[in-house]
């Protein structure tokens, strides 16, 4: 664990804040997230890297991604989708398959919905979470409205 350096006096300071202060100061040395959770991003920094495919809308809360051959596979920096985002697959038909790896260090939260006309693998070594206001609709009849 890191050394923690706590400059400047401590004039006027109780012991209680410094106790306080060293505890934070500790939890965040120790690579531990301190203070209010950041909302969450859709999926970033995608890269086709087999078929072909094209993204649109990463950051605006609904990502969408057209998939034109029967496969496909996406390199994605993240793939978090937050409360109320969703990522729209797609694709030519009900047995397409899209694979989504997650080459970054974070694990994917998916709070949002996950809509597909075919079947979506989702990769990420640092773990997946979906959170009950999750929902995931896959090889399903192509709707227009979506």
């Known amino acids: 664990m890191g050394g923690v350096a706590m400059m400047g006096k401590r004039q006027g300071r109780s012991s209680r804040w410094y106790r306080e202060a060293s505890i934070l100061a500790a939890i965040a040395a120790a690579g531990v997230l ?9 999926p970033r920094g995608g890269a086709v ?12 809360g609904r ?3 057209t998939q034109t051959t029967d496969r496909a596979i996406v390199n994605w920096d993240s793939f978090s989708i937050g409360a109320g ?7 030519p038909g009900a047995r397409s398959v899209i694979a989504n790896r997650v080459t970054g260090a974070d694990p994917s939260q998916i709070l949002g919905s996950i809509q597909a006309d075919g079947q979506v693998v989702l990769i990420n070594r640092n773990g997946i979470l979906f959170g009950k206001t999750s929902s995931v609709d896959a090889a ?5 409205n979506a």
């Open 34 to 42: 301190v203070g209010p959770k950041t909302a969450l991003a859709d």
């Open 85 to 91: 985002e969703s990522a729209i697959f797609r694709q």
């Open 140 to 144: 399903r009849a192509r709707r227009d």
């Open 49 to 60: 890297v087999a078929g072909q495919a094209s993204i649109a809308g990463e950051g605006s």
């Open 63 to 65: 990502l969408l991604v």
